[in-house]
């Protein structure tokens, strides 16, 4: 099963967004998973004041990121895309 279909990597992945999602939503944003790739890359979609801020790359990687891959180890990585 790729890890597209992987139904319980979702679930961490979506337990790690809930863990981080107040923080993001106390500065007035918010993220929203979209997609993980055959290597392991989840990509989300920043939403609000983090769509903008100057200090996305740094909340992605030093706190979505880094939650994500405490629920699930097999991630790789996290990037932000633009919908």
Do not use: W, Y
Not at 3 to 25: M, S
Not at 44 to 71: F, P, Q, W, Y
């Amino acid at each position: 099963m790729s890890p597209v279909e992987n139904k319980e990597l979702h679930q961490k992945i979506e337990a790690g967004l809930q863990e981080i999602r107040p923080f993001l939503q106390s500065d007035g944003g918010d993220c929203e998973f979209v997609e993980i790739t055959e290597d392991f890359i989840v990509r989300i979609e920043l939403k609000g004041m983090c769509a903008d801020c100057n200090m996305s790359a740094t909340t992605v990687k030093g706190g979505i990121e880094e939650t994500i891959k405490r629920h699930a180890p097999e991630v790789k990585g996290v990037e932000a895309i633009s919908i």
